[in-house]
């Protein structure tokens, strides 16, 4: 069962809901069927309003992936809600939220979601590296793997980040970071 549903009682952040609000833009306006039986009226067609109200059901999922490893088709609702958030930001409809507002305007402004330029956020990254006594692989050739940081983890909840540099330090992974990736999207 869907955890959401079981704190709230709202079936709307369920993925089925999701899923069935995209299937009935698709359906309405991506097959010949659809196309015709609405624009005769005979099947329910998607208004801006219905998008605006269930805009926040995208954009409160976490794209963590739990809800594709229980279903039993293997969907991932992931790569749903990452196509649903991009057409919620290309149609201007996202803007009516001041967060994702602020993060599309930062973004564009200075290539950072929370606004930070790179100078920042090596500064943090290193302050918060430093505090800890950690040392990390910059820009090392023959690493295995790029490590990422999410934008939150070297900016807003650091704790986050050091903690994966030290698993990947403890399990002696051979990886790097990379001082021109600062931000990986909110």
């Known amino acids: ?16 809901h999701k899923t069935g609000l ?11 069927e659809g196309r015709i039986s609405g624009a005769l009226g005979l099947v329910p067609t998607p208004t801006i309003a219905d998008l605006r109200e269930n805009m926040q059901y995208f954009w409160a999922c976490t794209a963590c992936g739990h809800c594709t490893l ?6 991932s609702i992931r ?12 149609s201007g409809l996202s803007l009516a939220n001041p967060t994702i507002r602020s993060i599309i305007e930062n973004t564009d402004r200075h290539r950072h979601s929370f606004g930070l330029t790179v100078p920042q956020v090596i500064g943090r990254v290193g302050m918060f590296l430093r505090s800890e006594d950690l ?3 910059v820009d090392v050739h023959g690493a295995e793997m790029l490590f990422v940081c999410p934008a939150a983890g070297n900016t807003k909840i650091p704790d986050y980040g050091i903690k994966l540099i030290k698993i990947l330090n403890a399990a002696s992974v051979s990886y790097i970071i990379s001082p021109y990736v600062i931000d990986t999207g909110t």
Do not use: F, N
Request: aromatic share 10%; proline share 6%.
């Open 135 to 137: 040392e990390v692989p």
């Open 1 to 16: 069962m869907h955890a959401w549903y079981l704190v709230t009682g709202d079936e709307k952040p369920h993925t089925t």
């Open 79 to 90: 790569r749903i809600v990452r196509l649903a958030r991009a057409a919620y930001a290309d």
């Open 22 to 32: 995209i299937r009935q833009i698709y359906h309405r306006y991506m097959t010949v």
């Open 70 to 75: 229980a279903c039993p088709s293997g969907i």
